[in-house]
C-alpha cells in the first residue's frame, strides 16, 4: 500500500523541518505534508541496529496490523 493510499489522499511534497519551505509552498497552492522529525536521541544506535537486522520481520507485521486495522467494522454500543 502507498502512502498516498494510506493516507486518503497524494502528497506533492513533504516538508522535513524547514518550515519557511513549506510556508512558501502552502502560499503558491501546493499541498506540503508537514512532518516532525528529530535525528535518533544518543543512546540508541543499539536499539536502533535491532530493529534495522528485523526489518522485513517489522514490515510483515505492519501490514498486517494495517490489514487488521482497514478490515475493522466499529460498532458503537
Known amino acids: 500500500m ?3 493510499e494510506l493516507l486518503g489522499r497524494p502528497i506533492a511534497v513533504a516538508n522535513v523541518g524547514v518550515g519557511l ?3 512558501e509552498l502552502e502560499r503558491q497552492g501546493v ?3 508537514r512532518v516532525a ?4 536521541a ?8 535491532r530493529l534495522a537486522l528485523d ?3 517489522n514490515g510483515a507485521a505492519n501490514e498486517v496490523a494495517v490489514a487488521r486495522i482497514q478490515e475493522a467494522r466499529p460498532v458503537l454500543v
Request: charge should be negative; proline fraction near 8%; aromatic fraction near 4%.
Open 55 to 57: 526489518a522485513a520481520a
Open 37 to 40: 522529525w528529530r535525528p535518533p
Open 31 to 33: 499541498a506540503v505534508e
Open 2 to 4: 502507498s502512502a498516498s
Open 21 to 23: 519551505l513549506a510556508d
Open 42 to 49: 544518543r543512546g540508541s544506535e543499539e536499539s536502533l541496529a
